[in-house]
Nanobody, 115 residues
């Protein structure tokens, strides 16, 4: 079973930056397509960004130009660089991995942006 572990969340003022990490267990990370999601209190989990195994990236409109998704296959890790943070970016950030053999969620990391 693949395990995903997020880290890097915290409390930051509006306009600040954070860098989230998601590290996967096992040896298949380079074959995973990866995503970040956010879940705000009382709301549904929403898509933030994706990076495919070939390196192609895509973003939600709400974060385009502010967030950058990347991956380091040698370290089994995906990143989310979050800049110009806004209070509406607050929530629990989850990483998600999928490939033909299955799909996996991390436990989440809390990001709180104060105004």
């Amino acid at each position: 079973q693949v395990q995903l572990v997020e880290s890097g969340g915290g409390l930051v003022q509006a306009g600040g930056s954070l860098r989230l990490s998601c590290t996967a267990s096992g040896s298949a990370f380079s074959q995973f397509n990866m995503r970040w999601y956010r879940q705000a209190p009382g709301k549904q989990r929403v898509f933030i960004a994706t990076i495919f195994k070939d390196g192609t990236m895509s973003y939600a409109d709400s974060v385009k130009g502010r967030f950058i998704i990347s991956r380091d296959n040698g370290k089994n890790t995906m990143f989310l660089q979050m800049n110009s943070l806004k209070p509406e970016d607050t929530g629990v950030y989850y990483c998600y991995a999928y490939w033909p053999a299955g799909n996996y969620w991390g436990q989440g990391t809390q990001v709180t942006v104060s105004s």
